[in-house]
Nanobody
């Protein structure tokens, strides 16, 4: 059984920073992609950033230059450093891992950007 545990959400003022962390545990042989998605109220879940086992990361246009994804293959962890946060970044953020072509999700962590 695969589990994803997230941490690091919260309330921050516009222009501030937050760091999200996610650890994947369980019956894992190899994790393909690891990444972060988000879902704002009334909107569909969208990709924020993704990092394959090797190669360059992928970012949504809306977060390029502000967010940085980092992955530790040895520890099965993925982090998302979010800088220059905007109110439109407010959403529930979900960690995602692709293992043997199946998607696994964390429970979600709320990020609220407000003054």
């Amino acid at each position: 059984q695969v589990q994803l545990v997230e941490s690091g959400g919260g309330l921050v003022q516009p222009g501030g920073s937050l760091r999200l962390s996610c650890e994947v545990s369980g019956s894992i042989f190899s994790i393909n992609d690891m990444g972060w998605y988000r879902q704002a109220p009334g909107k569909e879940r969208e990709l924020v950033a993704s990092q394959a086992r090797i190669g360059r990361p992928l970012y949504a246009d809306s977060v390029k230059g502000r967010f940085t994804i980092s992955r530790d293959n040895a520890k099965n962890t993925v982090n998302l450093q979010m800088n220059s946060l905007k109110p439109e970044d407010t959403a529930v953020y979900y960690c995602n891992a692709v293992i043997n072509f199946s998607h696994y999700w964390g429970q979600g962590t709320q990020v609220t950007v407000s003054s």
